[in-house]
């Protein structure tokens, strides 16, 4: 099945990934994990960017970003967002997260 990016979702270990670029990136990092080069191996880990609030008698929802992927390698802790297109939101989002958690590695993998 195809998304609106012409991404084809992909299953592996029982985890569907929204591309084939993810999935191959999935299998590098479970290598690394069984290797013991990372630990800590989450998929689509939340990063609060900013906490819900109200304004003028409405609630706001929080904002989020979903890391594709998260893991630790020697004492650091690395984000990995693996890309076809960036979209606007997701641009904002990657500034918002760079900002919040200076101290997590954001990398890319573009396709």
Known sequence: MYNKYKNKKTIIDGFEFDSKLEARHYCELKLLLKAK???DLTLQKVF???DKFEYD???ERAITYVAD???IKDGK?????CKGFKTDVYKIKRKLFLFK?????F????K
């Open 107 to 110: 990398k890319e993998v573009i």
């Open 69 to 71: 992927f998260y893991y």
């Open 57 to 59: 008698g409405k609630s």
């Open 48 to 50: 609060l960017l900013q």
């Open 101 to 105: 958690y200076p101290h997590i590695v």
């Open 77 to 81: 802790e690395y984000v990995i967002d």
């Open 37 to 39: 080069v990372i630990s």
